[in-house]
């Protein structure tokens, strides 16, 4: 067998431009070994049928040990494992549980709430010209969605809105000086719900035969999964200014929105990387090695860029009608929220490209992060 490529992840240019870093060991074989000082080696899987098929082979599984556990109080930690980590039975009682509530027909019902929030949001921008999207509009919007979903009372909001800057800051003290106030006011949350239901997602779930536990996890998950929309959604906006023939598609023909967002996750969507798995047995993945016990990913931002599945696959074509991306994964851990992640940036970019037809691109600089494609800040000016 072939031996497995490698890919360090600390170098600068994979850290400046990690899609091309993964693109191009996707052409030197279809797994490559990823490495960064302090966490070991991580197998990824680097094109298409590869990476699909590892996300849905049952001798690779999720543990705690996919996911980074912060420096929290003992009585958080209970609420920190959510569906993202469980396999098998657990997970399967639990997706079927809270699925219903996340379908497509769901996030559609949905919609005119977002709108309300997007609406608002665009017209709170500071009138000082340019404007940072990130902290003023794509990031609110994030949290009063999840707020609005769970039936947060509107003077709480703020609070949660610091929490989300927390957990989307990506520094770990940060992060985890947060989650003590989330899993507390997540608990005020169920709790009110409990006593008085309402026209919100706790209020559907307390009947569900979800434990007080399980609603608390289920609210950080949303808080800790929901990051991904925001990024989205300032990709999406970079994306478009920096293609004017593909903006101008999208403004001229708003029945593409739909289509377009498809495309743009696919191009630009956050998530470069699956969660961690492990190995159960020695596997052999496009006839290259995989030991037993060893941690794998998918690289999706490779894989959704595969000239094997995908025409021109460099190119964002807002009108693109190909096979499914995997940017929000594939298999019995496919995202749960899928529905309300489209939903939600389709309904953003609209009201944003409808409200401001002038916009333009001022500065977009993007975080180096090997694991999640994504802005620093995000200002435009919307004058001319």
Known sequence: MVAVPELELSDPEVLRDPIAAYGDARERGPLVRLRTPGFGAIVAATRYEEAKALLVDPRFERSADSYLRPDVPEHCLKYMRTMQEMEGPEHLRLRRLVSPSFTARRAQEFRPRIACIVDRLLDELPAADPVDLLPHFARPLLMDVICELVGIPAEDRAAWRTYGAAIASGRPREFAEAIPDIMRDAEAAVGRREREPGADLLSELIGFQLSETELVTFVWHLVLAGQTPTNLVTNAVEALLRHPGQ???????????????????RWCGPQ??????????????????????????????????????????????????????????????????????????????TALLSRFPDLTLVDAPRVPDPGTWRLASLVVSRTR
């Open 272 to 349: 470069l990387l699956s969660v961690v798995r492990f190995a159960r047995e020695e596997v052999e993945i496009g006839g290259m090695p995989v030991g037993k016990g060893e941690a794998v990913t998918a690289a999706l931002a490779a894989a959704n860029r595969d000239p094997r599945v995908f025409s021109d696959p460099l190119r964002l074509d807002v009108r693109r009608d190909e096979v499914a991306h995997l940017g929000y994964g594939h298999g019995p851990h496919f995202c749960l929220g899928a529905a309300l992640a489209r939903v939600q940036t389709e309904v953003a970019l």
């Open 247 to 265: 903006l101008a598609a999208v403004r001229a023909e708003p029945g593409l929105m739909p289509r377009a967002v498809e495309e743009l996750t």
